[in-house]
């Protein structure tokens, strides 16, 4: 078969192919299977560790770039800062910092950029061998997608919740009274920790405390601190990255936005506000009906009976002799009404501790109701014959 020179397929990818590493040399003390397995397993060792450092150095990049990008922003703050007038020696000195750590950046991001570009023009160059000639073609399908994060459950997001706020809680009630946002920038640059979901959960705990406690001020003051939080993290759900690298472009934008913007602030600020008293009102209520059934279950009596709902319930007879605290009444009353009903009265009131008789009274009282539930009966007996 002739080929032409123009048409000929080019095989000098293949000078490179190395095959035989594992079997090129046998030793005649030593196991020919064992020293085969411990060369390929020495040679796929320094594959995984090649691997390593190719990975090692992409996210080190990633990690400077970002960085960068952040220290960037910061410096084109203070820059714009000074240009309107903004002078003094703290933000000239922390110009100057911002500026050399921007060199610095991008010195490392060139650095990085060379040792990445050396690693790749290193692994064209590795020779092939068994393990890397071929590979399956059509096992699986991989999707370039960002992996989602596992769902937590309501236990661990209340524990996570509840260590945040006993770490935190002190810096979080800090910022929740700072009105300037320039103040509220510079305390989250100095606490970045403090961007987060956590915060705005803690924020909007301690609005609804100060509104339980008629601090209406102090309310609307952390619930606008609270939307500040809230803003920072839609921003950083849009952009896809960390909040805390992302907040200095809402301060950027806040500060010069146009109204529309700052129509959705204030909308979001007051929908905030309404739930927080909606919220509050709620806890209340719960509070006082954990308070009266507290109340109820401390004056129950020995039958386990209210005597408030009892004495409610009582004719008005009797409940009148109760006012008076009258025996002679209370046994007036009982004896006008029917047998059944009388009894069913004073049971009552004794479990509920409304009226506490005598040793043997009570005893006493229902004997005579029954001997005249038995006389009537008798008396009807007879009628019939």
Known sequence: MSTGAGAGIDYSG???IYVSDDEDVTCPYVDTPSLFRMRHRARLERMAEFQQRGEDLEINFAECKRLLEEAQGQLKELEEGRNMGEEDEEREAELKKVQAEVRKLKKNEKSFEKMIEEYRREEKQLPWNVDTISKEGFSKSVLNVKPAPKEETVQEKL???KTFAEQYMKEIKHFGMLRRWDDSQKYLSDNPHLVCEETANCLVVICIDFE???KHALMEQVAHQTIVVQ???D???KLEVDPRGCFRQFFSRIKTADKPYLDMFDHELELLKERVRSCAQIRMESAMKELEEEERQKRLGPGGLDPVEVYES????MQRSFDEKNIQMLHDAINKLDIEEGKYY???CIDSGLWVPESGEA?????EYEEEEEEEEEEDDEGKH
Do not use: G, N, Y
């Not at 005893?363 to 004997?367: L, R």
């Open 14 to 16: 293949w000078d490179h």
């Open 159 to 161: 524990e996570k919740h």
């Open 212 to 214: 339980i406690d008629e």
């Open 231 to 233: 803003f920072i993290l």
């Open 235 to 237: 921003l950083a759900r």
């Open 314 to 317: 009582l004719p008005k007879e």
């Open 346 to 348: 004073l049971r009552r």
């Open 363 to 367: 005893d006493d009282e229902e004997e």
